[in-house]
């Protein structure tokens, strides 16, 4: 049973997703104002003056001389009166008011470079639903234990009551896993369930909301399919982090019933979006995730928040949290253009393990970690990340259209270990967001 609503999720956001891919995006309302000095459509239809060109009213204006004989055999006819010029304005303002104005944007734009260039629902379901196999570098397999794993987390999910007493109550749930009564780095799950569940994942739903109407879907489909598409990468998710146990996991329970959920209603409200896209700007800065077709393994995968807060008292400078299988604050400052360079440093999750055998009751260990970044109107252009871990000790991602444009764009990507193995692929625009890569690393 799982198994098969897993596969009928997947293929029913894919399907009714990608097919939306290629329809012809709808005109912004937050699209970039033209330069000050630069001619407008209308500008450039008009004579000096500001008169409209009217063949007509020209022709009726010309003086004629008063000599010139008129052939009484004359078959052209006599030209109408020359009504008033109408400024072309004046019916372009008509057919506007008669249409309703379009949704407004927060999070979704249409940019054709950087991370946003990507943005899709397979690549949410990549980044998101297989974010943890960051720390799993023993199976990066896209083909996951789903019927085992996926079994365990649908038994848990649908027997919740049952899991939650078998695993010390109520009040523990609630404590460790729903409310900030827990400050222990063995209890405090509450932490990454607020941070990237319900401001993160709230987020993601409306970035998806608006990526599915940019394509012409209705506020109603556009809701179900993007809420489907994030249970469907927290189904994922859960099931990765499951890591064959058979028994209780209560965290599957928090994170999807409670705080998956309470992110789709929250920003389901359009305040809550304005305060997240204005005063603390959340943006999805996820990975570049790529096949390695030698092996199979999935590789630079990975969903990543940044958060930066303007200080009042300096316009340019940001406060910078960026967010996933790392936890990093620094500061970001605005250049012109609409670019942006941010400097971060703090820890990166290194390794995953469950600690109660039987239950899952996963802890995480944490390395020192830095990382740099270039955006243009928050949607990331280059990261470059160094972190105190095996495999991905250096990490340079340059997005698509970062620095030449062309269409189909391409980004590129590379990683180091500390003992020399090495991966790079490439990403595309209009790829559904999957790259591919090759080298020495599994």
């Not at 290629?22 to 937050?30: N, R």
């Not at 009042?312 to 620094?330: F, K, N, Q, S």
């Not at 990166?348 to 009751?361: A, H, I, M, Q, Y």
Request: hydrophobic letters at 45%; aromatic letters at 12%; one cysteine or more.
């Amino acid at each position: 049973m799982p198994r098969l609503a897993f596969a009928l999720l997947f293929a029913f956001v894919f399907l009714a997703g990608e097919s939306l891919a290629h329809a012809e995006p709808s005109a912004s309302v937050d699209a970039p104002e033209p330069d000050a000095g630069a001619p407008t459509a209308d500008a450039a239809a008009e004579p000096a003056g500001g008169a409209v060109a009217d063949p007509a009213s020209a022709s009726a204006s010309a003086p004629v001389p008063a000599s010139a004989p008129v052939p009484a055999s004359a078959s052209a006819p006599v030209p109408a009166p020359a009504s008033a010029p109408v400024p072309a304005l004046a019916s372009a303002s008509v057919s506007s008011a008669a249409r309703p104005d379009p949704p407004k944007r927060y999070f979704y734009h249409h940019y054709d470079y950087g991370s946003e260039s990507l943005y899709g629902p397979l690549y949410v379901i990549l980044n998101r639903g297989y974010d943890v196999l960051q720390m799993r570098g023993e199976n990066r397999q896209l083909g996951q234990n789903f019927q085992l794993d996926g079994g365990n987390v649908w038994a848990n999910v649908t027997h919740a009551p049952q899991a939650i007493n078998g695993t010390g109550g109520w009040w523990r749930f609630i404590r460790q896993e729903i409310l900030p009564l827990s400050f222990t780095p063995d209890t405090a799950r509450w932490v990454p369930n607020y941070t990237l569940h319900l401001i993160g994942g709230g987020q993601t739903y409306a970035q998806l909301r608006e990526w599915f109407m940019d394509r012409e879907a209705s506020p109603l489909a556009a809701s179900a399919f993007s809420a489907a598409t994030i249970f469907a990468s927290a189904f994922v998710n859960e099931s990765i982090e499951n890591k064959g146990v058979i028994g209780y996991n209560t965290d599957c329970i928090a994170d999807i019933m409670v705080f998956d959920v309470a992110g789709i209603v929250l920003f389901s409200f359009e305040g809550v979006r304005d305060f997240f896209s204005r005063h603390i700007i959340v943006s999805d800065w996820s990975m570049q995730p790529a096949l390695i077709p030698q092996t199979g393994n999935l590789h630079n995968q990975g969903n990543y928040y940044s958060a930066k807060i303007p200080i009042p008292w300096h316009p340019r400078l940001r406060l910078l949290g960026y967010g996933g299988m790392a936890t990093m604050g620094g500061l970001s400052y605005l250049l012109d253009g609409g670019y942006s360079i941010s400097a971060a440093m703090g820890g990166k999750f290194d390794t995953l393990v469950n600690t109660s055998p039987g239950r899952v009751e996963n802890k995480v260990t944490t390395q020192l970690a830095g990382a740099l970044f270039i955006d243009r109107n928050n949607s990331l252009l280059a990261s470059l990340q160094v972190a105190d871990v095996d495999d991905y000790f250096l990490n340079l991602n340059v997005y698509p259209n970062a620095i030449i444009h062309t269409d189909p764009g391409f980004g590129f990507w590379g990683v180091v270990a500390k003992d020399g193995r090495f991966l790079g692929g490439i990403s595309f625009t209009r790829a559904f967001g999957l790259g591919v890569g090759a080298g020495t690393m599994k």
